[in-house]
């Protein structure tokens, strides 16, 4: 069956998909992935609103028999990409690919670090009291221990930090509850995976920093599917870009003017007129980036 039947009126997809409407778009880009997919090479698709993009590419790619990996924009879209769309797409093809879903390791909880807190019990206020209690219940129900689970603990509490673990702070192979990690468990179940399910953040943080756990499943995958392209510049200039503020600016050209605190110049007049110069051009835009 070719693209055009699968996600037409009377294949798979119409057939078990509530709701699913055929469009002439979506069969012209899923052939279009499934192309490129069995030919090598890259493929930038712009489509717009209500061609069912994400169709579009779960077909093929599950079809594909390859290891794929699909970097969503936001953690939010990854989350209804793992949760509903790929199971749906998977169901309605009779596809036994395996699918995983990774983050990066601040999204997971670390039962060493939560037993840690439970046991020092130094809490800030009954919120956070109250929070933990919340926290550890819910360990005992969910199977990933993703934090996003957790709707009752606001996202914003400065709790998860001493729940959840950092490079700096996992203990790795010595760690008494290693068997049990969640964060370990997710990276067993992503080098597992047919598919995998990331998000650009975490794509661009392993470029970066190397240590999302997700480098080590690189070679072994034969397509990279980007949803949400449009959003790369930004978030590869946030991991790679130098920033430098007006701010910044100001401070060095008044450190480099040499200026003592009743104001003298120590430094020769050559330097302090450029750096003058430079202030000059400066101070207009603090001035605007405060108002
Ligand atoms: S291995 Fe690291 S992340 Fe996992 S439970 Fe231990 S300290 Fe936490």
Known sequence: MDMAELLGPDGPLARHTPGFAPRLQQQ?????VDAILNEGGTLIVEAGTGT?????????????GMRVIISTGTRHLQDQLYHRDLPMVR??????????????????????RLRLTRQEGHLASREHI???????????????????EVSNVPETSTLWPRVTSTV????????????????A??????QAADVLVIN?????????????????????????????????P????????????????????????GRCSSGCARFPRSRVTLAQALEIFTLPLCAKRSA
């Open 52 to 64: 069912g993009k994400t169709y579009a590419y779960l077909t093929p790619a599950l079809l594909s």
């Open 28 to 32: 012209q880009m899923a052939a279009s």
């Open 185 to 190: 468990k997710a990276r067993r179940e992503a």
């Open 91 to 112: 169901r309605a093809l009779k596809s036994s690919a395996k699918i995983a879903l990774l983050k990066g390791r601040s999204n997971y909880l670390c039962r060493y």
């Open 200 to 232: 650009h953040h975490l794509f661009f943080a392993d470029m970066a920093i190397k240590e999302t756990g997700f480098a080590e499943l690189l070679p072994g995958v034969e397509a990279i599917i980007l949803d949400e392209a449009h959003q790369l």
């Open 130 to 148: 109250a929070e933990l209690r919340r926290i550890h219940a819910w360990t005992k129900r969910t199977r990933h221990g993703d934090i996003a």
């Open 234 to 257: 930004e978030i590869a200039s946030h991991f790679f870009g130098k920033s430098l503020s007006s701010r910044q600016l100001l401070e060095l050209t008044r450190d480099k003017a």
């Open 168 to 183: 700096d702070n996992c203990l790795g192979q010595d760690c008494p509850d290693l068997s049990d990690c969640f964060l």
